[in-house]
């Protein structure tokens, strides 16, 4: 079961948007998709208007080992799709705020995660909304996931972001996994029409990394912000959409991958 992390520590470069979109247009291809919000924010819960999960089964009690159940029991449904396909949710919870902190002191704990999810059950991809910040969670999605994606903006900042999480996952890789992690690339969102000089030479930049490839290019659009508010993804609120064009890009991406 392939496991994507959506992963950047510098926060607002549309991480939840790639999440719910991307898994929005698997869905809507007949795919089974499976979204974890693994930010204590949980934007990605709000986002897709999933109710906060309270005790005892939380993804927060899981990872800190106070509830032991069987996974799917953290698992909340949001929609299914005319095509078959599903959209299934891993809400976060209120304490989520005091994982890392209680992680810190646990063996083995950059695996948590990745016992956890273990057990979810068939999907044919599993996208993880990570926290803007390089912590013991975040190493977690790093150590339970086979690849990366890397949203980032037209900005300066983000060659700086880009560079410490590269950096981040080098370390993983050296110290905490069997095989390399995948990066499967990078996605430019929330892109002011026109260009920019300054964004568009960031994205010539961001264009020649090597081995991180420029997958695609969000426009900044209110489109984003009306599905958002209906809790739906843009497959479905606005199919015909130029975002839509492009996240569903990004799935064929991921899904190739795992074929």
């Not at 719910?20 to 986002?47: F, K, M, N, S």
């Amino acid at each position: 079961m392939p496991i994507t992390a959506v992963v950047n520590q510098k926060g607002g470069v549309g991480k939840t948007a790639t999440v719910a979109h991307v898994a929005g247009a698997i869905a809507a291809a007949g795919g089974r998709a499976l979204v974890v919000d693994l930010d204590p924010q949980g934007h990605l819960t709000d986002a897709l208007k999933v109710q906060e999960a309270t005790g005892p089964a939380t993804l927060a009690a899981a990872l800190t080992g106070e509830w032991t159940g069987k996974t799917p029991e953290l698992i909340v449904g949001h929609s299914t799709t005319a095509a078959g396909g599903a959209l299934d949710v891993v809400p976060t919870a209120l304490e989520m705020f005091t994982v890392s902190r209680t992680l810190d002191q646990m063996r083995a704990r950059e695996h948590r995660l990745a016992r956890i999810l273990a057990g979810v059950g068939d999907y044919d991809q599993v996208l993880i909304d990570c926290p803007p910040s390089l912590d013991i969670i975040t190493d977690n999605a790093l150590t339970a996931v086979d690849g990366l994606l890397v949203p980032v903006q037209a900005e300066d900042s983000s060659l700086r972001a880009l560079r410490l999480l590269l950096s981040q996952v080098a370390a993983v890789d050296a110290d905490l996994r069997e095989t390399p992690l995948h990066l499967h690339g990078m996605v430019a969102s929330l892109v002011r029409r026109p260009l920019t000089t300054l964004a568009r030479t960031v994205l010539e930049q961001l264009d020649h990394l090597e081995d991180l490839p420029l997958l695609g290019t969000v426009p900044l659009a209110v489109v984003v912000t009306e599905a958002w508010r209906m809790g739906q993804t843009i497959a479905t609120y606005a199919p015909d959409s130029e975002h839509a064009v492009v996240y569903r890009e990004l799935a064929a991406v991921l899904l190739q991958a795992s074929a």
